[in-house]
């Protein structure tokens, strides 16, 4: 019967199919994708690791290699591997940068797998590797990125080490296999005594490794090197970094998540209101059944497997489109988690793991769970039931009062839940607050579309937009789920582009305040902007000395390991700073007093995630770890940092070099003298770089564009999502629009007999459409900035630890309301046509 | 021991010995002005240089053992631009070998690094190499060795009656046609010291062989593979014999030995001096190689004939982690008869290129 039922309107069960798939393919398409990126990284860490089980470093990078003579004696538990690392790319390609592993290359087989390939083509013999491990050049690249590059063992090629341009001898490639396909093909080996020449580590290493005996000896291992080397050291599994990854991509994997889940409940809500309708459609075939016998029992369980049947269909195909959308997201996601975290490429593995296996699960039961409420009403039909409708709205009559308190309750509840604090570091009660606020959004909408509807009704309108109101009011059960999603996709829309927007014009903002100088200059191995890579001396000193340069303010940061996550430490001129420059200060207060106090005693900033997600107010002291030893600085005030949701620790740089015993340069910001044009300083600038060396030149105004660019496709994904969500809730208009008029059939011909033409009948569709979609946008509208004050406020500030400032984009939400209205009315094209063409006096006669 | 290792070696680098274009090293030339102790140390001027240290430990029971421990530099390179102290400027590779005689057990550990820092190296002015922990210097006026893996450890002073034993002529040892060595030797070394096995230490004591040799070119290419052997006979004379086996199966010319009676004087043998016939062989289970472990040997010249053979066969090194080859180096004894009178002895013996 049901069967029968779905197939009799194959449009409602395309469309609330769709819905449904939809929901559960964002969810199953955003858990693969960041599930994919992750583990691509952590497979690419685990490969470049191998068997290592313990690694050592020291905080603010290379240490000198006297500590593996040092440690000497811990070979007796281990094999011992001293590493140096650093990054290459390309000078034809800056943008494919090289992780390049310095390894003593005649032991590395005993850690790693790779097998390495001579210029012929075959394995590498061991008398050719011997023959070219002393060269001070020879770097062995992975198959696919010398394909990727048109480069060839056996040849020389150019590359970036920083700003400088050095031509490496490609002694061999990495096969594709093991350690070769770490990082996408971007790993590049070397040997350790050429890498240390290549990036300036002489007398320094990165890391030692060691592949221990046994758990035993790590632990031996691991406790003597604790004894033996200061609290600068780290000491860690390398698997240890897979926790630091995942803990670095949580906040932004869980709020991909939660709006996924947004449109899952969305899809819900369609099936919700499909099952109501096509429960209120065959009431008679249930009483009729009922009359036949059949048990309260039997209808629940028969209305109930519509609904399993809707779900798992539902979630095989949105399993099926979810590996599709996928692959979009992946590039998204993966763009994103490069521009935001880490240099991740992606690898190959889109894995139906058991996870998201369960969230497609999830998504099924969250299905059954909305056709409940359908199923139960039908199971209540008294057996041999009228066919005229009205009792199951008298029956949603009834518990109308009881939604609309507990739509209060649920508003409530989520002013309750926003209060709460963070839980592990993820804004779980923030999560939880908006759906809360959601749900309690869905629960007074019929009370606020019958308020509308009599309101409205006192307006001085045409018969059809009365009688649509009508309408509305009389099938109150249906029309108000219909609009309820519409508020929900709306809602959603809202809220996002209210936080992109505020967040946006927030950074903008920042832009402004923070970037005060004429140019800014970056190594050109350095495309991503990500200030890891060195500047040589000689550069700094060139672009100083540049005719119509007013002063250079050098920056230099580190990746700082705290509590397990990465922290940036950075330092820059203060003085020059204080003099040409500027920073957001969140801290009230003179910031001469702060430049001030930077320069005469030894404090550092913080960066506002570290105020927000760590409690360090001004006055409190910061613990660091430092080779020189371990010290807690004042902080002197908070800044605002955007760049960075882990938190930076920024001091001048005489500190820092002081403390890090390391004077590198990863960027320079350069401020000209008053009357030099930018491009002219531009000019001078590169006219004075020693020769061989290669930079990023941005000016103000460049710099500021690529960081928005940045910024938007960071949020390209989000935007998607709002879409598919809206896409939903208007599909949900379409078919209860239509089920609405095939139901009030009767009506509609008892009107045409009463002399309504056809245009009168399709113009009161339309109303209708109308009315939903104003009300639904409307209310939609206030959801949507109330959930932005939430994602603003508090999702956003406890997941990603930054002050955003409110700045609703109201062109932007007006023209969208305007597009959704005109969604509707187009959703409402179809039901008015179907209307129209009932036949007149048929339909009458069984009153 | 002249040119044992040269094989292993030239195995390892057939190209490189082919290529003949030994930048930056020079060649072993005669009338090489020896110098002691300046000469026990390090060489970088040559290519290739080993310190080769084996012989026979008695412990307080009664227990014997016969032990190697070896050290290998490679020159890779001179001048290289890169002041890195983990320039890959030199390979050095290590063997250590412990053969518990009653027990018939071998067993045996490798090292390979490169220079620095403080991995493995060899100074100048006297015996002074090490790798990782394993270490040979002076101590006093004799050698101390120092070497220890998996439960197994020596700890050995080791010191000769007489000088160096100078091979070939004046310590010019010829390999072939524009190849040779420099190369000395101390037949007889005693031995105290403390050996431990299973990690229990206990004093030892013994008789041990020592080489030193050097050079940039040392083999032909010809050559498949190579028969060495250090012996010291009961009468208090030592023997060492060589042989080059030529890939046609032939010997080559270039065979040679040095005898040294019991006051240290030394008298070369050539390839016409020397017969040696193997008599019983054994194949290695694991890489199926076929060593001749028994062997008869005569030196008309001295009135020597004995047989030598291995106190057990399995005595065999895969050093698939350092220098690459199999080979067998094992403990032998040996009897015969010398001017008419019985003769004992005991020595190692090196056999390489019997890779099927």
Not at chain 1, 99 to 119: I, Q, T
């Amino acid at each position: 019967m049901t069967l029968r039922h779905w197939t009799r309107e194959p449009w409602r069960a395309a469309v609330t199919l769709a819905g449904v798939a939809l929901g559960i393919a964002l969810v199953v398409a955003i858990r693969l994708s960041s599930q994919a990126a992750q583990s691509s990284f952590e497979r690419s860490l685990g490969l470049m690791a191998g068997r290592a089980d313990l690694s050592l470093t020291q905080q603010g990078g290379p240490f000198s290699e006297s500590v593996f003579a040092q440690l000497a004696p811990t070979r007796a538990l281990g094999i011992m591997m001293p590493l140096v690392r650093g990054k290459l790319a390309p000078t034809a390609a800056p943008r494919d940068q090289l992780e390049v592993l310095g390894a003593d290359l005649l032991k590395d087989n005993l850690v790693r797998d790779y097998r390495l390939l001579g210029p012929g083509g075959g394995d590498l013999g061991w008398r050719d590797l011997l023959q070219d491990l002393p060269r001070p050049d020879a770097i062995f690249l992975t198959q696919k990125f010398a394909d990727e590059n048109g480069i060839k063992a056996g040849q020389a090629a150019g590359f970036l080490v920083g700003d400088r341009r050095v031509q490496l001898y490609v002694a061999g490639l990495l096969a594709d296999e093991g350690a070769g396909r770490a990082l996408d093909g971007s790993l590049a080996v070397m040997d350790l005594a050429t890498a240390q020449k290549l990036f300036g580590k002489l007398g320094e290493l990165d890391e030692i490794q060691w592949v221990s005996r046994s758990e035993a000896d790590r632990k031996s291992l691991a406790a003597e090197l604790a004894r033996e080397l200061p609290p600068s050291f780290v000491i860690q599994r390398p698997s240890q970094r897979n926790g630091q990854v995942e803990k670095m991509l949580r906040a932004f994997k869980t709020n991909l998540l939660a709006l996924a889940l947004v449109s899952l409940l969305v899809g819900a809500f369609l099936v919700y209101n499909s099952m109501s309708i096509a429960v209120l459609r065959r009431l008679g075939e249930i009483g009729t059944l009922r009359a036949l016998g059949a048990g309260r029992g039997d209808i629940l369980r028969l209305t109930l497997f519509e609904a399993a049947a809707l779900g798992l269909v539902g979630a095989g195909a949105g399993v099926f489109l979810g590996r599709v959308l996928a692959r979009q997201a992946l590039t998204l996601v993966g763009g994103t988690l490069s521009d935001l975290y880490l240099y991740a490429p992606l690898g190959d593995g889109l894995s139906l793991g058991g996870d998201t296996l369960a969230w497609a699960l999830m998504g099924f039961l969250l299905i059954l769970l909305a056709g409940l409420p359908p199923a139960l009403w039908a199971s209540q039909v008294p057996p041999a039931f009228s066919t005229r409708a009205g009792a199951p709205e008298s029956l949603f009559a009834r518990s109308r009062g009881a939604l609309a308190l507990l739509g209060i309750l649920a508003w409530l509840g989520a002013a309750g839940l926003a209060m709460l604090p963070p839980v592990g570091g993820l804004p779980l009660f923030g999560y939880a607050a908006a759906f809360a606020l959601l749900a309690g959004a869905a629960l007074l909408t019929p009370g606020l579309l019958r308020i509308f509807c009599g309101a409205a009704r006192r307006l001085p309108l045409p018969p059809e937009g009365w009688l649509a109101l009508r309408n509305l009011v009389s099938g109150l059960g249906r029309s108000s789920v219909a609009v309820a999603a519409l508020v929900l996709g709306v809602g959603l829309m809202v809220s996002v582009a209210v936080m992109v927007g505020s967040f946006r014009s927030t950074v903008i903002l920042w832009l402004g305040q923070t970037l005060k100088a004429d140019l800014y200059l970056r190594p050109a191995a350095d495309e991503a902007g990500k200030l890891e890579s060195p500047m040589g001396r000689d550069t700094v000193a060139a672009v100083a000395a540049a005719p119509g340069v007013a002063a250079v303010e050098r920056l230099r940061g580190i990746q700082y390991d705290w509590r397990g996550e990465d922290l940036y430490v950075a330092s820059f001129d203060i003085a020059v700073a204080q003099k040409y420059g500027s920073l957001a200060f969140k801290t009230r207060g003179d910031p001469t007093v702060f430049f001030e106090k930077l320069q005469t005693t030894p404090s550092v900033l913080v960066s506002e995630p570290l105020q927000l997600k760590d409690g360090f107010q001004p006055g409190d002291r910061f613990p660091l770890q430092t080779p020189s030893g371990p010290l807690s600085l004042p902080i002197a005030a908070v800044y605002y940092d955007y760049s960075n949701d882990r938190g930076t620790v920024l001091m001048d740089r005489g500190l820092f070099t002081k403390l890090f015993k390391d004077d590198g340069v990863n960027g320079l910001a350069v401020y000209l003298k008053p009357g030099v044009s930018p491009e002219q300083g531009r000019e001078a600038v590169l006219k004075n770089l020693p020769p061989g060396t290669q930079v990023f030149l941005r000016s103000n105004q460049d710099l500021k564009r690529e960081v928005l660019r940045v910024f938007d496709r960071t949020f390209a994904i989000t935007y998607a999502m709002e879409g598919i969500a809206v896409l939903v809730a208007v599909l949900g208009i379409l078919t209860t629009l239509t089920a609405l008029i095939l139901e009030r059939g009767p009506e509609i011909a008892v009107l045409r007999y009463l002399g309504a033409t056809r245009g009168q009948v399709q113009r009161t569709l339309f109303w209708e459409a109308g009315w939903m979609g104003l009300v639904g946008g409307a209310l939609g509208l206030g959801v949507g900035l109330l959930l932005a004050l939430l994602l603003i406020n508090v999702i956003n500030a406890q997941s990603f630890g930054w002050t955003i400032q409110w700045r609703a984009p109201w062109g932007f939400l007006f023209e969208a309301l305007a597009w959704v209205l005109a969604a509707t009315l187009l959703a409402g094209l179809y039901p008015a046509q179907v209307a129209s063409r009932l036949p007149g006096m048929k339909q009458v006669n069984p009153e | 021991m002249i040119l044992r290792a040269a094989l292993l070696l030239c195995f390892m680098f057939p190209g490189l010995a082919a290529a003949a274009d030994p930048v930056g090293f020079v060649a072993a030339k005669p009338g090489y002005v020896w110098k002691f102790p300046r000469d026990h140390g390090n060489h970088p001027a040559y290519r290739t240089e080993w310190w080769y240290y084996t012989g026979h430990l008695r412990g307080p029971e009664g227990q014997r053992y016969g032990f190697e421990l070896t050290f290998f530099r490679q020159g890779l390179a001179r001048n290289v631009d890169n002041p890195s102290s983990f320039t890959a400027t030199d390979l050095y590779f290590a063997h250590f070998a412990i053969s518990d005689l009653k027990a018939k057990a071998f067993w045996y550990a490798q090292k390979m690094d490169r220079p620095g820092p403080g991995l493995a190296g060899a100074a100048s002015g006297g015996v002074s190499v090490f790798n990782e922990d394993w270490r040979a210097f002076h101590d006093g006026p004799g050698h101390r060795l120092q070497a220890q893996g998996q439960g197994r450890s020596i700890d050995l002073l080791l010191q000769s009656p007489f000088p160096a034993v100078l091979n070939g002529t004046g310590g010019y040892s010829v390999k072939g046609p524009g190849q040779a060595s420099l190369y000395y030797s101390f037949p007889r070394m005693s031995v105290t010291g403390t050996l431990s096995v299973g990690g229990k230490p206990f004093p030892v004591t013994g008789e041990a062989w020592m080489d030193h040799e050097f050079f940039t070119d040392g083999l032909s290419s010809d050559e498949a593979g190579w028969d060495w052997f250090g012996l010291r006979f009961s009468d208090g004379t030592d023997l060492m014999l060589y042989r080059l086996r030529l890939k046609d199966g032939g010997v080559s010319p270039a065979c040679a030995g040095t005898f040294t009676d019991v006051r240290g004087r030394a008298t070369h043998l050539t390839a016409s001096d020397i017969r040696a016939q193997p008599l019983e062989s054994w194949k290695s289970p694991r890489t199926g190689a076929v060593y001749p472990t028994r062997w008869l040997i005569q030196v008309p010249k001295l009135q020597l004939t004995f047989q030598v053979g291995a106190d057990f066969a399995d005595q065999e090194l895969d050093t698939a982690e350092s220098t690459r080859v199999v080979y067998w180096e094992g403990s032998v004894g040996l009897s015969g008869q010398r001017a008419g009178k019985p003769v004992k002895g005991e020595g190692y013996m090196e056999l390489t290129g019997y890779m099927p």
